[in-house]
């Protein structure tokens, strides 16, 4: 669901990076559920897998969003350089105030604008950090639940046996040549 919130909010502010990221968690987790409901280990490593890339695509957001180590958020980034659109957080923040100015520059085409924010209780990259950072907590929790999932069907592959069928026959032993027939009803004279 925080996956599917964060799908929406990104739409609005026309971010392809973090849709397409998004979309592809919202379809692991659904792999990943249906791995655990179905009995199949290989859909929820999967899943653990895809957790870990999401965490580090989360850290990097988190990064990008600070401006930690060269990063900018006024670059082009989020949208695959196709657009100038920005987070929908930056003009629709907690309290913010959106005003639209035009600008004063001659040779600037009249329809365009310029928006001002001000008066904001929460600056729109904190926004992004804290969904980033409650990503990265679902997701560890996630993980470990994956991790705890995959470790009992384990264990409980371990210990399947067919009725009657393993226990006169070790998988370690090759199989014997002939197998003795017994009779169920003695044959009567």
């Not at 971010?15 to 179905?38: R, S, Y």
């Not at 009995?39 to 999401?54: G, M, S």
């Not at 980033?132 to 409980?156: D, K, T």
Request: charged residues 15%; contains cysteine; negative net charge.
């Amino acid at each position: 669901l925080a996956a599917l919130e964060r799908q929406i909010f990104d739409f609005l502010g026309f971010q392809w990076a973090p849709i397409l990221g998004n979309f592809l968690q919202i379809i692991v987790v659904i792999l990943g559920l249906f791995g655990t409901i179905q009995f199949r280990p290989r859909y929820i490593v999967v899943y653990t897998v895809w957790t870990a890339l999401w965490v580090t695509w989360n850290v990097f957001i988190i990064c990008f969003y600070l401006e930690v180590g060269g990063l900018s958020k006024e670059t082009d980034l989020m949208t695959f350089n196709i657009s100038m659109h920005r987070s929908w957080w930056r003009e629709h923040g907690p309290g913010c105030i959106r005003r639209v100015v035009r600008p004063s520059a001659p040779g600037i085409l009249e329809d365009y604008s310029y928006v001002s924010v001000t008066g904001c209780i929460i600056d729109f990259q904190y926004l992004e950090v804290i969904h980033s950072a409650i990503q990265i907590l679902l997701s560890l929790v996630g993980f470990v639940y994956a991790c705890y999932v995959i470790s009992i069907f384990m264990e409980e592959e371990d210990s399947f046996d067919f009725i009657g069928g393993l226990d006169t026959y070790s998988y370690r032993q090759p199989p014997q040549e002939h197998v003795e027939l017994k009779p169920v009803k003695p044959v009567g004279k």
